[in-house]
């Protein structure tokens, strides 16, 4: 079974998070969340819109091997604390040197960016490309597979792109049954 490491922090976009969550361990893919506070011990963290999710661990205690992808949900605050975080940083660099697949949506390729992972094909909320300041922006494309490196465009595309990681990880037959089994026929 994939395991997925989908690291937040305060300000973390609640749609795309728990909609990915979701979509993912439907596939039959283990999602570990992870908070990147260093100074709270009980994990909870609070969202953009008031949410709060309880994360399985805390960064600090993360091991890059125990995991095929790194996923990135959006969220401004989330966002900059992803970017200016040593640990996630130094993972996003271990998980692009390592072949593994790294993912971000809505203004998280931001962090991919600052990382100097992110893919020379690349999508993301419209005008954070402005903040990302590179060429290669796809506005055309929910969810851009460029490598290893998948980036997708904000709230309204999680489902899909957690779709297509499931295809990535756990293959046609359960992609098909998830999206059916949600009625997602508007994904690709």
């Not at 960016?113 to 506005?139: F, H, M, Q, W």
């Not at 494309?141 to 904000?154: E, F, K, W």
Request: one cysteine or more.
């Amino acid at each position: 079974m994939a395991m997925i490491l989908l690291p937040i922090a305060q300000g973390f976009e609640e749609v795309e998070a728990v909609s990915l969550i979701d979509v993912l361990r439907r596939g039959g893919i283990a999602v570990r969340v992870a908070s990147v506070d260093p100074h709270k011990d009980d994990n909870l963290v609070l969202g953009a819109n008031g949410i709060t999710i309880q994360a399985d661990t805390n960064i600090k205690n993360v091991v890059s091997d125990d995991f095929d992808m790194i996923l990135l949900p959006g969220g401004w605050e989330n966002t900059y604390t992803l970017a200016d975080n040593e640990t996630v940083q130094s993972l996003l660099k271990e998980f692009k040197a390592k072949d593994k697949i790294v993912g971000a949506i809505c203004a998280a390729p931001y962090a991919l960016n600052k990382a100097e992972v992110l893919g020379d094909d690349y999508t993301c909320y419209p005008s954070v490309e402005d903040e990302i300041a590179k060429e290669g922006y796809r506005d055309d494309q929910a969810v851009v597979v460029d490598g290893n490196i998948m980036t997708s465009r904000g709230p309204g595309t999680a489902l899909c792109f957690g779709l297509d990681i499931v295809k990535k990880f756990s293959g046609e037959d359960s992609y098909k049954a998830v999206k059916e089994g949600m009625l997602l026929d508007f994904c690709n």
